[in-house]
């Protein structure tokens, strides 16, 4: 089962502008977590925001959080080629259980 | 450490077969993940343990799916018998408490 969804499912944006991905969720969190997956690789862990952070910021990155919507936002900055993979929200609650949204593609064109 | 520990990284085998998919987490993680990737269905959870003991299997598909973690450092899942719409990307993740999960680099299974 998934417990997040995210859109856009795919995004396709231009060397230097913005990536913006949201994630929504059902039920409620510890955590909840950004990984990116290149193809055909396992999932990297990008950044975690717990349920009592608003914000939190890594190089990059940027991510926003809000429990009373159920909803959270990756904010990729300055984007590069490199990139070009697909992300993934996944939420952390009772027992630490981790599961995935559905991911968005992003395409970073050169 | 040489990070999650998965085997084989390919498998391909016949409809009805037993496969066994192999995950070495990392050391002092307590909690151990296995995941299904296909194109249709995105990551599914299959079952997760929490210091070896199974929390929650209620993605294991059907009773063809078993997952075993019998001690810290090991754990199987199995298919038995294999069909063709269990082809996919395993994936075996482990993570210390309510923190970021480390993944191996999954085993692509194809059941012809």
């Known amino acids: 089962s998934q417990q997040g969804e995210e859109d856009p499912q795919a995004l396709s944006i231009q060397e230097g502008e913005n990536a913006t991905m949201n994630c929504s969720y059902k039920t409620s969190i510890n955590n909840l977590q950004w990984y990116r997956q290149n193809s055909g690789r396992g999932l990297v862990h990008l950044i975690l925001i717990r349920s009592n952070e608003r914000e939190k910021h890594s190089g990059r990155l940027r991510v926003t959080l809000d429990t009373s919507k159920k909803s959270s936002s990756l904010l990729i900055t300055a984007s590069r080629a490199a990139d070009t993979a697909s992300y993934f929200c996944?939420?952390?609650?009772?027992?630490?259980?981790?599961?995935f949204g559905t991911g968005t593609r992003l395409a970073v064109r050169p | 450490d040489a990070g999650v520990i998965q085997s084989p990284r390919h498998e391909v085998t016949e409809m009805g077969q037993e496969v066994t998919l192999r995950c070495k987490p990392i050391s002092g993680h307590n909690s151990l993940f296995w995941y299904r990737q296909t194109m249709m269905r995105g990551l599914e959870l299959l079952i997760y343990?929490?210091?070896?003991?199974?929390?929650?299997d209620s993605g294991m598909p059907e009773d063809r799916f078993s997952a075993k973690m019998p001690n810290a450092s090991f754990s199987t899942l199995k298919i038995q018998p294999s069909e063709p719409r269990d082809s996919a990307v395993y994936f075996c993740?482990?993570?210390?408490?309510?923190?970021?999960?480390?993944f191996g680099q999954g085993t692509r299974l194809t059941v012809v």
């Open positions: 996944a939420t952390c609650g009772s027992g630490d259980k981790l599961t």
């Open positions: 343990f929490n210091n070896n003991v199974p929390i929650d």
């Open positions: 993740a482990s993570t210390p408490e309510s923190t970021e999960a480390f």
